[in-house]
Nanobody, 122 residues
């Protein structure tokens, strides 16, 4: 079984910073893409940032320059450093991975973490 575990959310004041972490564990053959999505009530989950196995990073239009995505391939982890946070950054942040698991054969899977809540408020 493969799973994603997120950490690092919380309450922060406007202008503050948070760092989210996501760890993939289990019978992983390879990970093609890892990234973060945000969801607020009444809206669809939307991309924040993602990184491919080749190191290509895509950011949502609202975050370049404020957020930085990085990864540790050896540990199957991805990090989202969020700076200059504002109220519009609030939401539940979900880690997503597109990977191949190796359990009695190699199978492509899309995985989601349980979500971590980020609240930006004074």
């Amino acid at each position: 079984q493969v799973q994603l575990v997120e950490s690092g959310g919380g309450l922060v004041q406007p202008g503050g910073s948070l760092r989210l972490s996501c760890a993939a564990s289990g019978s992983i053959f390879s990970i093609y893409v890892m990234g973060w999505y945000r969801q607020v009530p009444g809206k669809q989950r939307e991309l924040v940032a993602r990184i491919t196995s080749g190191g290509s990073i895509t950011y949502a239009n609202s975050v370049p320059g404020r957020f930085a995505l990085s990864r540790d391939k050896a540990k199957n982890m991805v990090y989202l450093q969020m700076n200059s946070l504002n109220s519009e950054d609030s939401g539940v942040y979900y880690c997503k991975a597109e990977a191949v698991r190796e359990t009695g054969g190699r199978v492509y899977v899309e995985l989601w973490g349980q979500g971590t809540l980020v609240t930006v408020s004074s």
